[in-house]
């Protein structure tokens, strides 16, 4: 057991994810920490430490059920709940016109941003139902649309359909809380994929935007 608030990112290695997960460890909670990319999270955990924070990393693959099934059983055995869940992982498809997506590549995009999204609300929305007061859940939401965006702007569409229907139907029941947030244009990986040869000077920090959301909860 711990006396810190317990706090789940999903993709935490990189970009706003990991930018996240030090806000987070840096107010006193600690941080659960999910991404595929192992050198990355011990980066991070580097950080967090250096900080004076704690984090438990988790290298997992967000799209293997089974192994978000033993995460989230884990969290319960140790700590009983889960505080907040930040999803901020992607699977960003190539910048491309509609009636050329790379197929495969589609296939996967499907299965770590709309199938693994499913999976998790339902392994994660207990946890947060036995936080005290109810924890809170956040999709790291993009409204970008348009030329060549096509795929990417499909699988933020179908996120956005399941934590807008989870919103409503909290706002009846009051023991999750569901967010969406969508930060500004940041200077990361992620966004160069989607927009590539951009002028990046006059893009947010992801530190910076990863302090306006924990704002927006109250916790910043």
Known sequence: ????????????????????????????????????????????????????????????????????????????????????????????????????????FWTKAIAANIEALGVLTNYVAPLLRTAPGGGHAVLVDDLAEGPFLGAYAACKAAQRAIFAAWEAEQARLGDVHVHRFVPAAMATAHRHRLYPGEDTAALAQPTDEARRLLATLGLG
């Open 1 to 104: 057991m711990t006396d810190h608030k317990i706090a789940l990112v999903t993709g935490a290695s990189r970009g706003f994810g990991a930018a996240v997960a030090e806000e987070l460890a840096r107010q006193g909670h600690h941080v659960v920490a999910v991404a595929r990319t192992s050198g990355g999270l011990e980066e991070l955990d580097d950080r967090i430490q250096a900080a004076g924070g704690h984090a438990t990393l988790a290298p997992m693959d967000i799209t293997v059920d089974e192994a978000m099934r033993t995460l989230c059983r884990g969290i319960f055995d140790r700590w009983g709940h889960v505080d907040l869940w930040v999803h901020c992982a992607i699977q960003t498809p190539p910048f491309s016109p509609a009636e050329q997506i790379d197929l495969k």
